[in-house]
């Protein structure tokens, strides 16, 4: 009874076996050591149009077409002599005339006595499967070809994470080229940069829902932050099942530069800089902000000085009241007084009503006084009172006014020596100079050169709608070893003024202005090693005013373009060199 039982389950078992191989579509047959066919299940009749009665008992190279064993008879080979299993694809045609692909495998069959007694072959079509696939690769290719001309960056991920699709709008926005992406995290991108950051694509993976107009942080191939629109879903197979998930993004760089033209917003993202003496400057940026103190910048003609004070004052307490500026070169001295502090019907001949003066225009904000080395010593006294006691009188008034406000103010003279020479009030100087702040010129950190070419040409490429992408080694070479004497806004001159005459994706040495060009060795424009303040080096810069204003037949606004300084700066220069016409 116990080996009849045994021998049920084991049909049964053998019965399930057969079915399961029918269910994949798996292909099985046997036969003995005379290569007569011993079994043939249905796979195989469907395959070779052939039945299981017309088969058995007959020899299988009597059967099977010639394609099948491809020439010879494995069984005979490695199967039999060493009891081997072999495994191999080949392409058949069935008794329909129909190429087939299958994947075939000959393995032995041991008697009782460990012999070999015969063998199997194992085959499965899979004809169906490469169709399949055919099909999958065509939708892939033309759903890339959709994906790729969209304007909306798009990629994919698996469940973990990994981008598994990148299309050419992406690519555009990031930086990378799909290859070098693909199969990365999605984390190099976008999200859980930090430990307690939420990712929004991951949360989309894990509960299935889709989260839109989140505005996230996406970080370029070459290190930049950029702020963009991003909504995120997850992916879904036929099953229902999430699989992964899909972000589509906008970049907002320059939506976010258009606000901050129109409302002046400044943050410390808007200062870029490696170079160690900017590294420091950093470090403190975010006290000295936070503070109320009087904040003095000072630094050569073009580094940044209005910049960094319009930073200050949107990083401080007062970000939400005025920031009012006041040029003190730009204006005769018998107009300033008037401009800062306001003044009353009748004061002089023509006020014909009262007039508020910056001042007030900047109470419970900041007031920025650029160039005040060149404010007259007459309004200096009337400047410390306000700076002591927050109060002063407007032109022609008796009446006292009080004001809150925080001063900020720039020079690139070097008060001090403004001080010694008895040009500035010393008591003045003291009180102005709680927190000073000093920019290096261009040429003290060449190494920030590269880094604000690429941010001016991303610049104009976004307000220009270019494509310009990369700069001829000869080019590069002397954007690199000039020494910019008008700093930061020549060099931001220079790249528009390439931009602008760039028609392709490459600026070349033609692109750049011509007396760029023409400096066949920069140290020859270079002043002194001992010295860094231009103002301190009178007869270097009468030279390079000079030439600068014959190169360009003494258009004064041409040359302070050329030079990187407001006209007004360049119109005092003139005079203290004794330039003007």
Same mark, same amino acid.
């Given at each position: 009874?116990?080996?009849?039982?045994?021998?049920?389950?084991?049909?049964?078992?053998?019965?399930?076996?057969? !079915?399961?191989?029918?269910?994949?579509?798996?292909?099985?047959?046997?036969?003995?050591?005379?290569?007569?066919?011993?079994?043939?299940?249905?796979?195989?009749? /469907?395959?070779?149009?052939?039945?299981?009665?017309?088969?058995?008992?007959?020899?299988?190279?009597?059967?099977?077409? *010639?394609?099948?064993?491809?020439? =010879?008879?494995?069984?005979?080979?490695?199967?039999?002599?060493?009891?081997?299993?072999?495994?191999?694809?080949?392409?058949?045609?069935?008794?329909?005339?129909?190429?087939?692909?299958?994947?075939?495998?000959?393995?032995?069959?041991? *008697?009782?006595?460990?012999?070999?007694?015969?063998?199997?072959?194992?085959?499965?079509?899979?004809?169906?499967?490469?169709?399949?696939?055919?099909?999958?690769?065509?939708?892939?290719?033309?759903?890339?070809?959709?994906?790729?001309?969209?304007?909306?960056?798009?990629?994919?991920?698996?469940?973990?994470?990994?981008?598994?699709?990148? *299309?050419?709008?992406?690519?555009?926005?990031?930086?990378?080229?799909?290859?070098?992406?693909?199969?990365?995290?999605?984390?190099?991108?976008?999200?859980?940069?930090?430990?307690?950051?939420?990712?929004?694509?991951?949360?989309?993976?894990?509960?299935?829902?889709?989260?839109?107009?989140?505005?996230?942080?996406?970080?370029?191939?070459?290190?930049?932050?950029?702020?963009?629109?991003?909504?995120?879903?997850?992916?879904?197979?036929?099953?229902?099942?999430?699989?992964?998930?899909?972000?589509?993004?906008?970049?907002?760089?320059?939506?976010?530069?258009? *606000?901050?033209?129109?409302?002046?917003?400044?943050?410390?993202? +808007?200062?870029?800089?490696?170079?160690?003496?900017?590294?420091?400057?950093?470090?403190?940026?975010?006290?000295?902000?936070?503070?109320?103190?009087?904040?003095?910048?000072?630094?050569?003609?073009?580094?940044?000085? +209005?910049?960094?004070?319009?930073?200050?004052?949107?990083?401080?307490? /007062?970000?939400?009241?005025?920031?009012?500026?006041?040029?003190?070169?730009?204006?005769?001295?018998?107009?300033?007084?008037?401009?800062?502090?306001?003044?009353?019907?009748?004061?002089?001949?023509?006020?014909?009503?009262?007039?508020?003066?910056?001042?007030?225009?900047?109470?419970?904000?900041?007031?920025?006084?650029?160039?005040?080395?060149?404010?007259?010593?007459?309004?200096?006294?009337?400047?410390? /009172?306000?700076?002591?006691?927050?109060?002063?009188?407007?032109?022609?008034?008796?009446?006292?006014?009080?004001?809150?406000?925080?001063?900020?103010?720039?020079?690139?003279?070097?008060?001090?020596?403004?001080?010694?020479?008895?040009?500035?009030?010393?008591?003045?100087?003291?009180?102005?100079?709680?927190?000073?702040? +000093?920019?290096?010129?261009?040429?003290? !950190?060449?190494? +920030?050169?590269?880094?604000?070419?690429?941010?001016?040409?991303?610049?104009?490429?976004?307000? !220009?709608?270019?494509?310009?992408?990369?700069?001829?080694?000869?080019?590069?070479?002397?954007?690199?070893?000039?020494?910019?004497?008008?700093?930061?806004?020549?060099?931001?001159?220079?790249?528009?003024?390439?931009?602008?005459?760039?028609?392709?994706?490459?600026? =070349? !040495?033609?692109?750049?202005?011509?007396?760029?060009?023409?400096?066949?060795?920069?140290?020859?424009?270079?002043?002194?090693?001992?010295?860094?303040?231009?103002?301190?080096?009178?007869?270097?810069?009468?030279?390079?005013?000079?030439?600068?204003?014959?190169?360009?037949?003494?258009?004064?606004?041409?040359?302070?373009?050329?030079?990187?300084?407001?006209?007004?700066?360049?119109?005092?220069?003139?005079?203290?060199?004794?330039?003007?016409?």
């Amino acid at each position: 009874m116990a080996r009849t039982s045994a021998g049920h389950e084991e049909h049964d078992l053998h019965e399930r076996f057969s !079915r399961l191989l029918e269910e994949l579509g798996i292909g099985v047959f046997t036969v003995d050591r005379e290569r007569r066919i011993t079994s043939f299940n249905q796979t195989v009749q /469907r395959l070779t149009g052939l039945k299981e009665k017309e088969v058995l008992g007959k020899q299988c190279y009597e059967v099977f077409f *010639n394609e099948l064993c491809q020439g =010879e008879c494995a069984f005979h080979g490695e199967v039999e002599t060493e009891g081997k299993s072999l495994a191999f694809d080949m392409e058949i045609t069935d008794q329909s005339g129909n190429r087939r692909h299958i994947t075939k495998v000959v393995s032995p069959v041991f *008697n009782a006595q460990g012999r070999v007694s015969g063998c199997v072959e194992v085959f499965q079509d899979h004809s169906a499967y490469s169709e399949l696939l055919e099909r999958i690769r065509y939708d892939e290719h033309r759903l890339k070809l959709i994906l790729d001309n969209l304007d909306t960056a798009i990629f994919t991920v698996n469940r973990s994470g990994h981008v598994t699709s990148f *299309n050419s709008m992406a690519e555009t926005i990031t930086g990378y080229r799909r290859q070098e992406i693909l199969g990365q995290h999605h984390k190099k991108l976008i999200g859980c940069s930090g430990p307690g950051d939420r990712c929004a694509l991951a949360e989309s993976i894990k509960t299935g829902k889709t989260l839109s107009n989140q505005h996230l942080q996406l970080t370029s191939k070459d290190g930049r932050e950029l702020p963009i629109r991003a909504s995120c879903m997850a992916l879904r197979n036929e099953s229902g099942h999430v699989i992964g998930g899909l972000a589509t993004f906008q970049d907002l760089s320059l939506i976010h530069q258009l *606000n901050r033209a129109i409302s002046a917003k400044y943050t410390f993202a +808007d200062m870029i800089g490696k170079d160690a003496l900017m590294q420091q400057l950093f470090e403190i940026l975010p006290v000295v902000a936070a503070s109320d103190a009087n904040v003095l910048i000072e630094g050569p003609t073009g580094t940044g000085k +209005d910049l960094l004070a319009k930073i200050i004052h949107n990083t401080s307490p /007062r970000k939400d009241r005025p920031f009012v500026k006041v040029n003190c070169a730009a204006m005769p001295d018998t107009l300033l007084e008037s401009e800062m502090f306001g003044y009353v019907k009748g004061a002089f001949t023509g006020a014909d009503r009262d007039k508020s003066g910056r001042f007030q225009e900047a109470d419970g904000g900041s007031i920025f006084l650029d160039e005040i080395g060149d404010l007259p010593l007459s309004l200096q006294a009337k400047l410390l /009172r306000v700076l002591e006691d927050r109060e002063f009188y407007p032109l022609g008034s008796q009446k006292l006014h009080r004001v809150d406000v925080r001063i900020i103010a720039a020079t690139n003279q070097g008060l001090k020596d403004l001080v010694q020479q008895k040009l500035f009030r010393e008591d003045l100087y003291y009180r102005l100079n709680v927190m000073r702040l +000093d920019l290096p010129p261009l040429k003290q !950190r060449r190494g +920030d050169v590269p880094l604000l070419i690429r941010r001016f040409l991303n610049q104009y490429n976004l307000t !220009r709608s270019t494509a310009i992408t990369t700069i001829a080694e000869d080019a590069l070479e002397l954007l690199l070893n000039y020494d910019y004497p008008g700093n930061v806004r020549e060099l931001e001159n220079i790249i528009e003024h390439a931009c602008i005459l760039c028609q392709g994706e490459a600026i =070349e !040495r033609r692109h750049l202005p011509v007396y760029i060009q023409t400096k066949a060795c920069p140290e020859d424009h270079s002043p002194p090693a001992r010295t860094t303040d231009l103002e301190s080096q009178p007869e270097w810069e009468r030279r390079r005013l000079l030439q600068a204003l014959e190169e360009h037949r003494w258009n004064r606004q041409k040359v302070a373009k050329a030079l990187g300084m407001e006209r007004t700066t360049l119109w005092r220069k003139m005079k203290k060199h004794r330039l003007t016409s």
